[in-house]
T-cell receptor, first 113, second 114 residues
Framework: SAVISQKPSRDICQRGTSLTIQCQVD?????MFWYRQQPGQSLTLIATANQGSEATYESGFVIDKFPISRPNLTFSTLTVSNMSPEDSSIYLC??????????FGPGTRLTVT | AQSVTQLDSHVSVSEGTPVLLRCNYS??????LFWYVQHPNKGLQLLLKYTSAATLVKGINGFEAEFKKSETSFHLTKPSAHMSDAAEYFCVVRSMDSSYKLIFGSGTRLLVRP
C-alpha cells in the first residue's frame, strides 16, 4: 500500500491565523481526499483533490475556508484559514490506490486557541 | 444515498472472548463496505473490505465480517480478543455517485479487559 506522510503532525495555532497541512505520497495517485475528524467524532470528507482539476468540496465546506492545492500526483496541501476554536480537529489525507483501496495518512492534530 | 449505522458506541470484552461490532448499511445498490481501525494517536488502517465477491470476508489480525443482504448488515467479528485490539472501529460504505467518497459510521470504541 501507499506510504503517506503529513506535515505537521500537530500544531497549536491562534485564532485568526492560517495553517497549511502537507500530504506526501510515495507513489503517483490520481485521487486524493481530505477528511476532518472533530474531537470524539467520526470522519467527514472535506474535499476531493484530483490532479489537474479544481478540488470538489462537500456540503458545508468552502474553498475560501479550506483552499486545496494539488500540484502533482504525489503531493497536496490543505489550508485551514482564519481559524477558530471550532476548527480544532484531526485533518487526514487519503489516497485511492486502486479499486476500493483507500489509505490514510497519520493525520495532523490541530488545536486552535 | 448510502449510509452506515454502527449500533454500539462502546463495546467491552474480556481478553480471549469473542468480539462482535455491529454495523447496518443503507444502500440502493450492491454496496462496497469496509471496516477501518484507528488506534490511539495513530492513523486509520483498513481491516477488510466487501466488494460483491464472497459474503464472508477475512481481514487482518484475525478479524472477519459477513455481508448479509437480507439483514442489511456487515458485522465485524473476531473469535478471541487481544489487548492490542483495543481501538476505535469504523464501518464505512462507499458512495455510489461519481465521487466514490467514503461515508463513515459514527465509530465503536472497543475496550478489552485483562
Amino acid at each position: 500500500s501507499a506510504v503517506i506522510s503529513q506535515k505537521p503532525s500537530r500544531d497549536i495555532c491562534q485564532r485568526g491565523t492560517s495553517l497549511t497541512i502537507q500530504c506526501q505520497v510515495d507513489s503517483q495517485v490520481t485521487m486524493m481526499f481530505w477528511y476532518r475528524q472533530q474531537p470524539g467524532q467520526s470522519l467527514t470528507l472535506i474535499a476531493t483533490a484530483n490532479q489537474g482539476s479544481e478540488a470538489t468540496y462537500e456540503s458545508g465546506f468552502v474553498i475560501d475556508k479550506f483552499p486545496i492545492s494539488r500540484p502533482n500526483l504525489t503531493f497536496s496541501t490543505l489550508t485551514v484559514s482564519n481559524m477558530s476554536p471550532e476548527d480544532s480537529s484531526i485533518y487526514l489525507c487519503s489516497v485511492e490506490e486502486g479499486p476500493d483501496e483507500q489509505y490514510f495518512g497519520p493525520g495532523t492534530r490541530l488545536t486552535v486557541t | 444515498a448510502q449510509s452506515v449505522t454502527q449500533l454500539d458506541s462502546h463495546v467491552s470484552v474480556s481478553e480471549g472472548t469473542p468480539v462482535l461490532l455491529r454495523c447496518n448499511y443503507s444502500s440502493s445498490y450492491s454496496p462496497s463496505l469496509f471496516w477501518y481501525v484507528q488506534h490511539p494517536n495513530k492513523g486509520l488502517q483498513l481491516l477488510l473490505k466487501y466488494t460483491s465477491a464472497a459474503t464472508l470476508v477475512k481481514g487482518i489480525n484475525g478479524f472477519e465480517a459477513e455481508f448479509k443482504k437480507s439483514e442489511t448488515s456487515f458485522h465485524l467479528t473476531k473469535p478471541s480478543a487481544h489487548m492490542s485490539d483495543a481501538a476505535e472501529y469504523f464501518c464505512v460504505v462507499r458512495s455510489m455517485d461519481s465521487s466514490y467518497k467514503l461515508i463513515f459510521g459514527s465509530g465503536t470504541r472497543l475496550l478489552v479487559r485483562p
